[in-house]
């Protein structure tokens, strides 16, 4: 399996702009998470979905910010208008069994807004 | 709620030297616990588990932790660490529920 396949990898773009991050999780796993890092905030969980239905989304910072899952092989993250506070890197994982077999983490996605 | 004190931001240490990481837990029920390694510009990787049976857990690349719930604690160590350990390490808690709670992080630097 390829793992966890997050794009872009870095994304740079300017205030005001939309930007859409995406996410492939591992077939077969029935929960993804979107995580946000940043050196003063460490890593936040931003939403989550089991089967496709989102779970929890009490981490999303604001309105601005939205996910979905159209099905199980792909999710998107979309910030509109972005702030040059949402910089960070975005990760992406996805577990089976409620997580307790471990998240697999994507390579994440470094998002500047200038 | 259920959270998670890594208690060392940064901890530097001599290679072929042991190492602890400190990671203490609190919640008022049962837990399982974690420890996420991630490598510059990567994403995180896990290390080892803690979910019942045996308090010592051991792990990927030489690494143990031992789960102590009297003083709930969840240290992770390596007798000796080489330069390739040189990483953030991230402590982590979930009840069961679907969510992971993780640390801040500890920072760990290996001087040849």
């Known amino acids: 399996d390829a793992g966890v396949i997050q794009s872009p990898r870095h994304e740079v773009t300017e205030m005001g702009q939309e930007v859409t991050l995406r996410c492939k999780p591992i077939s077969g796993h029935d929960y993804l998470f979107w995580y946000r890092q940043t050196m003063m905030r460490g890593l936040e969980l931003l939403i989550y979905?089991?089967?496709?239905?989102?779970?929890?989304d009490s981490g999303m910072p604001e309105d601005r910010f939205s996910a979905k899952m159209p099905n199980a092989s792909f999710s998107t993250l979309k910030i509109q208008p972005s702030e040059p506070r949402d910089s960070a890197v975005y990760f992406c994982?996805?577990?089976?069994?409620?997580?307790?077999?471990?998240?697999?983490f994507g390579s994440g996605t470094r998002l500047t807004v200038v | 709620a259920q959270s998670v004190t890594q208690l060392d931001s940064q901890v530097p240490v001599f290679e072929e030297a042991p190492v602890e990481l400190r990671c203490n837990y609190s919640?008022?029920?049962?837990?399982?616990l974690f420890w996420y390694v991630q490598y510059p510009n990567q994403g995180l990787q896990l290390l080892l588990k803690?979910?019942?049976?045996?308090?010592l857990v051991k792990g990927i690349n030489g690494f143990e932790a031992e789960f102590n719930k009297s003083q709930t604690s969840f240290h992770l160590r390596k007798p000796s660490v080489h330069i390739s350990d040189t990483a953030e390490y991230f402590c982590?808690?979930?009840?069961?529920?679907?969510?992971?709670?993780f640390g801040q992080g500890t920072r760990l630097t290996i001087n040849p």
């Open positions: 979905f089991n089967n496709n239905v989102p779970i929890d």
């Open positions: 994982a996805s577990s089976l069994r409620r997580g307790l077999g471990g998240y697999t």
């Open positions: 982590a808690v979930t009840q069961g529920a679907q969510k992971l709670v």
């Open positions: 919640s008022s029920v049962s837990v399982y």
């Open positions: 803690y979910l019942s049976g045996s308090t």
